[in-house]
């Protein structure tokens, strides 16, 4: 039977798992044709071909090897049998006890569909951290996923738990300060991670350093340096100046403990520092208004000999200016922004702060309130692909898109909705990388949907429009943004091989974003917004480096991608 099953394309095929199988069916005598040994010298019946429906690996085992007898004694008996037991039901129940050596079995024999059920519990459980979760709640999920990325290899647990704890104010309570209590023990992965878990209050760890050199727990040392190396210290002075400015005479007046090189990196981090300090206030005494628009950064020389186009608007905005507004706040400041020129943009703006203020879920008055503004300023309603498209803020999305008096317009007028357009360049890429788009200037061509072409035009891959995007480099840290041009009258060179028409498409009725995967869009194999990264994110792309990884990461927006990473440039048309 397990021959036939196994060599039979006809036959496996139809097999979708998981399904019910009948449990009933399980240490059955006639079915079960292996057996599984267990610690404590127990042992449980399985059969062959059920658990080959589910894994590659154990059709190797059985076929290839010919095994009939499986030692799992590594595993707990009853993570096992809760194991098989969801082979055979096609449901698998899941508590805190046997969650490691399940998620581990799961990846082991490569079942796909029980890690994903594994990942959403594990999810599930890092939503319910709150400001009241008890340290060792909070100490279980990070312990969990430290064991996860160390032994099974998978970042998706950790950055879940490192995610969810950025946006919970209690934080540093419920966990960073009593885990940090000994940070010189840590190693340097897991400063990292604290790194990133207080990156939007990072004087936390200021405060730490400091409480341990004055109780004589902690000297500073090199885990002390690196923090500092890595740290925001210029959001710190911001946050709070006189504890910034007490941690440091401390250090000084402890010198005598250090060593002539620390001293010396300590004196350059902090006269670095106090460079970028006094240099940002000069910038702000130029700036009339804290919504004006930022300095331009310094950009390299074109290297395209094309005509300069109309500059497409809503490219990295200044978030900083509102993100310590109350959602109310931030509804009136924006009902006028000059900033905020679409309905595209409030709404990412509401996402980018729900998730700052770790709000889950929006009162009926706040989603009224956002249909007024559109309404206030008669701009047109967004595409129910845009909302869809929002991962970590799909319960925000839903509400907006179940509002009776609609931020999407009826399915009927779909000519009305902003059209995505995937990006189509000259060889039909589809996707292309974060290290190609923030470092290379080029020309994509964008397809026109149908609803919008003019009845007139026939050929309808060739259809569209042409925009240039160019890197532009901030000099001082070595960010880097997007300049962005709709060219309504390309050059012949490009006329040859598309055609244009500039009075359907203008630049300041178009909507840019990118598109990548997050760790939700990676288990269903699609593309979602990357919030922040775009119009709400002033800083742009950002370089950083894990001292366990090889090779070089980005920061952009809320989100941390390899520069490697497929992402794709998508525009809706207003």
């Given at each position: 039977?397990?021959r036939?099953a ?11 798992v998981?399904?019910d199988?009948g ?16 610690a ?10 059920i658990?080959?429906?589910?894994s590659?690996?154990?059709v190797?085992?059985?076929?290839k ?12 008996p ?7 037991r ?17 998620n ?11 890690i994903?059920?594994?990942?959403g ?8 951290i709150d400001?009241?979760?008890?340290y ?6 990070f ?33 960073v ?5 000994n940070?010189?023990?840590?190693p ?5 991670l604290m ?11 200021i ?9 004589g ?21 911001i946050?709070n100046?006189?504890?910034y ?16 090189s ?22 702000q ?7 004006a ?9 074109p290297?395209l000999n ?5 500059k497409?608007?809503?490219l990295f905005?200044?978030?900083t200016a509102?993100?310590?507004?109350q959602?109310?706040?931030?509804f009136?400041i924006?009902?006028n922004s000059p900033?905020?020129?679409s ?6 703006g ?6 700052l ?12 309130t ?12 967004v595409s ?6 929002w ?5 925000i ?13 009826d ?12 990006l ?8 292309l ?6 470092y290379?200037e080029k ?8 609803e ?7 050929d309808?891959?060739?259809c ?14 070595e960010?880097r943004?997007l ?6 009258h ?6 040859t ?6 009075g ?15 760790r939700?869009d990676?288990?269903?194999?699609r593309?979602g ?5 775009i ?18 990461r ?12 497929f ?8």
């Amino acid at each position: 039977i397990l021959r036939m099953a196994c060599s039979n394309n006809t036959v496996v095929p139809k097999v979708s798992v998981p399904m019910d199988f009948g449990v009933e069916h399980l240490e059955c005598e006639f079915h079960g044709n292996v057996t599984l040994q267990l610690a404590g010298g127990e042992s449980m019946k399985a059969n062959s071909v059920i658990l080959s429906f589910h894994s590659p690996v154990f059709v190797n085992l059985f076929m290839k090897l010919h095994q009939s007898t499986l030692d799992v004694e590594e595993f707990t008996p009853r993570a096992v049998q809760s194991f098989v037991r969801a082979l055979y039901s096609g449901q698998v129940d899941l508590n805190q006890a046997i969650f490691r050596d399940v998620n581990k079995m799961s990846h082991a024999f490569k079942v796909d569909w029980m890690i994903a059920k594994c990942t959403g519990y594990f999810e599930s459980l890092a939503m319910c951290i709150d400001n009241s979760s008890d340290y060792q709640f909070v100490l279980y999920m990070f312990e969990e996923a430290k064991y996860i990325l160390n032994a099974i290899r998978s970042n998706i647990c950790m950055d879940v738990i490192v995610d969810r704890l950025a946006v919970v104010e209690n934080r540093d309570l419920i966990f960073v300060q009593p885990y940090m209590k000994n940070y010189e023990t840590l190693p340097l992965a897991e400063l990292d991670l604290m790194i990133r878990i207080t990156v939007s209050s990072p004087v936390s760890l200021i405060n730490i350093m400091k409480q341990g050199i004055e109780d004589g727990s902690v000297e500073f040392n090199d885990k002390s340096l690196y923090m500092l190396e890595k740290i925001d210290l210029l959001k710190c002075i911001i946050q709070n100046s006189v504890l910034y400015e007490s941690f440091f005479d401390l250090i000084m007046e402890n010198v005598e403990n250090m060593s002539a090189s620390d001293t010396k990196s300590v004196n350059i981090i902090y006269r670095s520092t106090a460079k970028k300090y006094y240099s940002s206030l000069k910038e702000q005494a130029t700036v009339a208004s804290p919504f004006a628009t930022p300095k331009k950064f310094c950009m390299r020389q074109p290297k395209l000999n094309v005509p300069v186009g109309d500059k497409v608007p809503n490219l990295f905005c200044r978030f900083t200016a509102y993100e310590d507004l109350q959602l109310n706040e931030f509804f009136k400041i924006t009902s006028n922004s000059p900033h905020v020129s679409s309905l595209y943009g409030l709404i990412e703006g509401v996402f980018n702060l729900c998730a700052l203020k770790n709000i889950e879920k929006m009162s009926f008055m706040e989603v009224e309130t956002i249909n007024k503004i559109r309404m206030t300023r008669n701009w047109k309603k967004v595409s129910k692909g845009f909302l869809e498209s929002w991962g970590m803020c799909q319960s925000i999305a839903r509400q907006l898109k179940l509002h009776k008096s609609g931020v999407l317009l009826d399915s009927n007028t779909q000519e009305c909705f902003g059209a995505t357009m995937s990006l189509s360049d000259y060889n039909n890429y589809s996707f292309l990388t974060v290290r190609t788009l923030f470092y290379c200037e080029k020309i994509y061509f964008f397809q026109l949907p149908r609803e919008k072409r003019p009845a007139e035009c026939k050929d309808d891959e060739k259809c569209g429009f042409l925009m240039k995007v160019t890197p532009k480099v901030n000099v001082e840290d070595e960010t880097r943004t997007l300049d962005v041009q709709l060219l309504s009258h390309p050059g012949e060179e490009y006329l040859t091989q598309v055609h244009t028409h500039p009075g359907i498409v203008t630049a300041d009725k178009l909507h840019v974003v990118l598109m990548g995967k997050s760790r939700h869009d990676e288990l269903n194999n699609r593309f979602g917004v990357l919030c922040g990264s775009i119009s709400w994110n002033e800083k742009g792309l950002e370089i950083i480096s894990y001292s366990d990884i090889d090779n070089h990461r980005c920061q952009l927006g809320r989100w941390q991608l390899c520069l490697d990473s497929f992402i794709r440039l998508v525009v809706y048309i207003i």
